[in-house]
């Protein structure tokens, strides 16, 4: 089984129009301004989602209905040059086409990119975008980078997920079209462990085993927060890559049982740590929403049930649930957006 954001779906990419000639959608605002009145703020979509609910399929399904999307990055790990299987980026020939900024961009892998960082980058770019007649388009899983980056009066010294931080202001300076792409937590757990297996089967050890450092065993900042670098740099510690180059870094049959062991254990760790990651981006964009941001959830649990069940008496394939669940209302939710 291939994940779902990379097997089941071939869009169409359509070409740019001509730089000169504006987009089709009205009241399309091209100033970097904003202003607090609703219909001169800046237009973007805003597509949320814990990790591996489909956010960057729906992104590139979008855009075969509304070619001038551009899409902006707000996955922490992602910003990152470096561990694309491991930090699951979209691969190059998945994007079809479609502009992608923030993704891979950052070189510096070894410290922290703070949310107001990320505000004013993301806000540039943004600003870059819309002065083309493009539509800027927000994409990640990093709640606290959406937030930093789309309410009016950001406060960098208070994390507003904290507990006990108190509300979230829901006074944005952009105007925006959310879609929160949920799933089922007991349908998404299973896609998730299934997909660390695809991960692995995809070489993400031998991506891991290669930016394994030990003189930076133990260091988590940047980069090396993303999930796999700690779980393996434990398992490295006690069978480093360089002496298995002969036999590979998997542990086959016939290899020592303690081996075998840990690497079990760091794969259970990764699934496990996965989990708990989509589950405190769930609670997040919870609270989002109880702060009145206009979240539209769309329930793609049907085709995810279909990649993890496999069921031979469905009578769509996964792709056709994800096309009907998940694209079709919102490419209406965008469609009207834009439409004003």
Not at 89 to 110: A, C, M, N, S, Y
């Amino acid at each position: 089984m291939k994940p779902i954001f990379s097997s089941s779906f071939h869009p169409v990419f359509h070409p740019p129009l001509p730089l000169l000639r504006r987009p089709r959608w009205p009241r399309m605002n091209t100033s970097a301004v904003h202003h607090h009145s609703h219909q001169n703020k800046t237009k973007l979509v805003v597509i949320m989602g814990a990790t591996g609910a489909g956010k960057s399929r729906l992104s590139i399904d979008l855009s075969t209905h509304f070619p001038r999307f551009q899409i902006i990055n707000s996955d922490k790990m992602q910003l990152y040059n470096g561990l694309d299987i491991t930090t699951n980026k979209i691969p190059p020939h998945e994007r079809k086409g479609v502009q992608h900024f923030l993704l891979g961009d950052f070189d510096d892998i070894d410290a922290d990119v703070a949310p107001s960082k990320f505000r004013s980058t993301a806000g540039f770019v943004i600003a870059k975008i819309v002065s083309r007649g493009d539509l800027p388009v927000i994409i990640g899983g990093s709640n606290s980078f959406i937030h930093a980056l789309l309410v009016d009066n950001f406060d960098p010294e208070v994390d507003v997920f904290a507990a006990g931080s108190g509300s979230v202001s829901h006074v944005l300076r952009y105007d925006c079209c959310f879609l929160w792409v949920d799933v089922a937590w007991s349908v998404l757990r299973d896609y998730l462990c299934q997909r660390v297996d695809e991960m692995l089967d995809s070489g993400m050890l031998e991506e891991l085993a290669q930016f394994y450092d030990p003189a930076k065993q133990g260091i988590r900042v940047g980069l090396r927060k993303a999930i796999g670098v700690p779980e393996f740099d434990k398992y490295f510690s006690k069978y480093p890559p360089w002496e298995n180059v002969a036999n590979g870094s998997v542990p086959q049959p016939g290899f020592d049982t303690a081996r075998r062991e840990a690497y079990e254990e760091a794969v259970t760790a990764i699934k496990d740590n996965t989990c708990r990651l989509a589950k405190r981006q769930i609670g997040k964009i919870k609270k989002l929403r109880a702060a009145g941001w206009d979240l539209t959830r769309i329930d793609a649990t049907a085709a995810f049930r279909a990649v993890t069940m496999k069921k031979k008496n469905n009578k769509l394939p996964p792709s056709d649930f994800w096309e009907r669940e998940v694209v079709e209302p919102s490419v209406k939710l965008v469609k009207r957006f834009l439409e004003g």
